[in-house]
């Protein structure tokens, strides 16, 4: 492998170019493209005046990338989920503004120097004393460095602070019960915020909303106490009064609208009250209350009185609900009636209409969970002034916070900014072949091969549709994460060694960047060429693969004949057993007259064989001459000649896609937006697919215990078969073996 790498790279040229302001730019050439070379901190303070043309990236997705997303968040500064090339010049000229040396940039130092600072600057000095304060409040004040760990330590680093600056005020952000308690009830009826220590809390808009819906339920409530003789017509239980008014309501104006045409025709009380043709319709069924048939009948038959049944009469299917409507509301407004007119139905109705429009109007819904004695009870006691208070006090400390937040991000970007550059400016991760670039989530295992280049898949559908414009070829794996109860689906370049045995279903191991084991399983293929060797032997491959499904048919098809064959026999042997009389004696059958020999379909037979031989060598002849004729250094150009006659085409179809290979169109399938090719050459894609090899000084057995014995009789017929060509060939050199064959010719 080092033999490779130094070839690659004593193949890199270098080229310099120079901006009009003077700072000269070093390029090199790598997989057929010129990339920049970003080789100090000056490179980084000219990227704004670099040629976006020359840039080997134009954007790149936030998620799915090997890199902390948290600081890919914070470059991503128009929250669009993609980073563009201005989002990353303006977080260099920020990190770079803020820092002693842009040279220490190029280091990827995981923590930073408080003396790294620059502290001639007024957010430099802001910065360093924000930086210290983070320390001290994690009880490290003497420590001389910071890192991300420890500015993401937002428990540590407030756990002495009841306020974090951002607004937002959580139970523990006071000591007072009753504030505690209100706290409470807004995040269970408005809606909670998240602080910035992931405590659930509420803002100021939340406290506001929060007493307007108190205040409108309190006022909307009022209007039902000035007129509870209207609004509330059954007292506290005027709710399940309505309820079950609610439950029977269709099915009463339906049994009053069916009075109402008895009346208009006497003739429609026979169509309209027996319902006789219903009840023969279900006659036969098992019946239950709950019946779709019984449900549809009506509420109750229609009698002289053209009144409702209250207790009495009622169809089964209603009668619980005929229940719970009299009790709740016929029996309070007519305590000795067991039955009612149209007229007062009508009456019953208004009263639930008044209650119905007084409910339709409600205002402060929110806070109805709470009841109306709790509602009450928080305006009086009026906390919205001390909310608000706690709140402001909260918020005096956001400028402090905020700078504190300002370090995370100096931490972040002075640890990750270089390495996002090597994976968008120029791909120097992705070519340098000890790294391994941003976008490749770990490696797959599968058939003695690890394949280094896989990459995360959203949507392999979508992705699918892109990536095979790369010319690779390409395996898409659904894993999944024992440990973690986690999948998701790669997609692995297979760049070197052979495609054999791949195939959708087949299970693999694939390990990510942390070292973690995941299931892996194919599930889709984009085949193309692996290498040139595969497609020397791809032809044979496909004949061999052609000859044997073939030989499958013929044998499937030949058994299918026979056990059609023999099925039909047995039936017609079942068939005259039953149909045979088993008492009268069958005389045996007499055996078949033998078939003469046909003395003419013998000798066509013969001429046949003595054709397709004669045809078998003449042309063995001819090849056998040919071959013979060449002196004896032109006979293994021969056999050459042939092989390549074969394979070569596939040959060079498969070299001239191997130097197409390129990634960039698995990577726009992701989400980038590469703006320049990026190759995946022969010699390259042995770099990213590593077949096995045995370790170094490694003594092998070759003693196999379970190879298959040799057969003597297999060499012994092939010598045979070897020994009769060759005599067949001389006697027709002779003359003696076309006289045979005229010989034979006369006799039949």
């Not at 995981?110 to 930086?131: F, V």
Request: charged share 25%; net charge negative.
């Amino acid at each position: 492998m080092s033999s490779v790498r130094k070839k690659i790279r004593n193949k890199v040229k270098k080229i310099t170019a120079s901006n009009n302001n003077g700072h000269v730019w070093q390029f090199s050439r790598v997989g057929g493209v010129n990339r920049v070379n970003l080789l100090s901190g000056a490179d980084l303070l000219a990227l704004d005046q670099l040629d976006k043309k020359l840039w080997a990236a134009l954007s790149c997705p936030v998620d799915g990338l090997e890199i902390d997303p948290q600081t890919l968040q914070l470059i991503d500064t128009d929250k669009n989920g993609r980073i563009r090339v201005p989002e990353v010049i303006a977080a260099v000229k920020w990190i770079t503004s803020v820092i002693n040396d842009p040279d220490d940039l190029l280091k990827e130092e995981s923590t930073l120097p408080l003396s790294a600072i620059n502290n001639k600057t007024e957010e430099g000095k802001i910065l360093l004393a924000s930086a210290k304060q983070i320390l001290k409040n994690l009880g490290k004040p003497k420590d001389t460095t910071i890192s991300v760990e420890d500015t993401s330590n937002l428990s540590g680093i407030f756990a002495d602070t009841k306020f974090n600056g951002d607004g937002v005020v959580t139970e523990k952000s006071t000591g007072d019960e009753s504030l505690k308690k209100i706290i409470v009830q807004i995040i269970e009826t408005i809606g909670s915020s998240l602080d910035r220590s992931e405590e659930q809390g509420v803002s100021a808009d939340q406290v506001k909303e929060f007493y307007e819906q108190c205040e409108a339920y309190s006022n909307w409530y009022q209007l039902s106490e000035d007129d509870s003789e209207n609004i509330l017509p059954f007292g506290d239980k005027t709710a399940d009064a309505a309820a079950a008014f609610q439950t029977v309501e269709a099915k009463v104006n339906d049994y009053f609208l069916r009075c109402r045409l008895s009346e208009y025709d006497a003739d429609s009380k026979e169509v309209f009250g027996l319902l006789k043709s219903q009840y023969e319709a279900f006659s036969s069924k098992e019946l239950s209350a709950g019946t779709e048939e019984m449900v549809a009948l009506p509420i109750a038959k229609m009698n002289d009185k053209k009144s409702l049944p209250l207790t009495e009469g009622i169809n089964p299917a209603w009668e619980n609900a005929m229940k719970a409507f009299y009790e709740l509301v016929t029996f309070p407004l007519f305590p000795k009636k067991t039955q009612i007119t149209q007229t007062e139905w009508e009456m019953i109705v208004h009263k639930v209409n008044v209650y119905r429009n007084w409910q339709s109007e409600k205002q402060g819904a929110a806070v109805e969970s709470l009841g109306i004695e709790e509602v009450r009870a928080i305006l009086k006691a009026d906390q919205q002034e001390a909310l608000h208070a706690l709140i402001e006090e909260d918020l005096a400390l956001a400028t402090e916070v905020d700078n504190i937040f300002q370090v995370d991000k100096l931490t972040r970007f002075y640890r990750d900014i270089f390495r996002l550059l090597k994976n968008y400016v120029n791909f120097c991760d992705f070519y340098s072949l000890d790294k391994k670039a941003i976008f490749q989530a770990g490696s797959l295992y599968i058939d003695q091969r690890r394949c280094d280049l896989c990459i995360k898949v959203n949507d392999m559908a979508k992705h699918g549709s892109m990536a095979g414009f790369s010319d690779m070829f390409l395996i898409y794996c659904d894993c999944v994460s024992r440990s973690k109860a986690e999948k998701m689906t790669i997609v692995a370049a297979l760049t070197d060694g052979s495609n054999n045995n791949i195939r959708v279903g087949r299970n693999a191991v694939f390990y990510d960047r942390d070292g973690n084991d995941w299931d892996a399983t194919i599930v889709k293929i984009i085949e193309n060429p692996v290498s040139i060797k595969e497609a020397f032997w791809s032809p044979y491959k496909k004949l061999g693969r052609f000859i044997s499904e073939q030989i499958q048919k013929f044998a499937a098809k030949k058994d299918k004949e026979v056990m059609e064959d023999t099925a039909g026999k047995i039936e017609a042997t079942g068939e005259k057993l039953a149909t045979a009389d088993l008492t009268t004696p069958v005389a045996p059958a007499a055996a078949p007259a033998p078939v003469p020999f046909d003395i003419g379909k013998f000798v066509g037979i013969f001429a046949a064989l003595s054709l397709a031989l004669g045809a078998i060598g003449s042309f063995l002849m001819v090849t056998v001459t040919g071959f013979l004729k060449l002196k004896w250094w032109q006979m293994p150009l021969a056999i050459v000649g042939v092989l390549l006659a074969i394979s070569l085409p596939s040959m060079i179809l498969a070299y001239f896609k191997l130097r197409k290979r390129n990634l960039a169109p698995v990577l726009d399938a992701n989400g980038w937006a590469i703006n320049a090719r990026l190759a995946v050459n022969i010699i390259f894609g042995r770099e990213l697919t590593h077949l096995a090899e045995l370790p170094e000084n490694s003594k092998v057995n070759m003693i196999d215990p379970f190879k298959k014995k040799q057969n003597p009789w297999l060499y012994i017929v092939l010598g045979l078969i070897a020994a009769l060509i060759v005599a067949g060939v001389v006697l027709w050199f002779l003359g003696i073996l076309p006289s045979w064959m005229e010989a034979v010719k006369e006799l039949f």
